[in-house]
């Protein structure tokens, strides 16, 4: 909104369409004395297909007691994750790898849905975001 004061920027992860007044939702939101309906149901309505995934949102609440939020798609290394079946990264990415490899569709596929979540266009270089995030959990991309 057009320069108004600032007093909160949170950021929280809520699954799609499911945001509810219980915690971490209401409780975050009541401490600023901002009505969380008016955060919860377009955020809900915004997200509601979505699918079963948890998404970042990113909230800016004002002085006089109204909010604007943006909100991101799932995280990149959950889409990893999930595309490998796997329930964590390696602890020691450099020197144990996981056994599963992330192929080249399956990145392009990861990158063309996250995409919409960066400032750019290029496919290819989204990719190369996602190839990088893939390394740092010791997955190796094929």
């Not at 992860?13 to 509810?20: E, L, N, S």
């Not at 079963?52 to 949102?57: E, L």
């Not at 290394?77 to 996981?98: A, F, H, T, V, Y």
Request: hydrophobic share 35%; glycine share 10%; charged share 25%.
């Amino acid at each position: 909104m057009a320069n108004k004061p600032v007093k909160a920027n949170l950021k929280m992860k809520i699954p799609a369409g499911k945001a509810t007044a219980a915690p971490p939702v209401g409780s975050t939101l009541g401490q600023h004395g901002v009505n969380m309906m008016d955060f919860i149901n377009p955020f809900n309505e915004q997200t509601k297909d979505q699918g079963n995934v948890t998404i970042t949102a990113h909230i800016t609440i004002y002085q006089d007691r109204t909010m604007d939020f943006r909100w991101v798609g799932q995280p990149t290394d959950d889409m990893i994750r999930g595309k490998l079946g796997i329930q964590k990264g390696s602890g020691k990415p450099n020197s144990e790898k996981i056994a599963k490899k992330l192929s080249q569709s399956d990145l392009r596929q990861i990158a063309e849905t996250k995409a919409k979540d960066t400032n750019t266009d290029d496919i290819e270089a989204v990719m190369k975001q996602v190839a990088g995030t893939a390394r740092s959990m010791g997955v190796e991309v094929g």
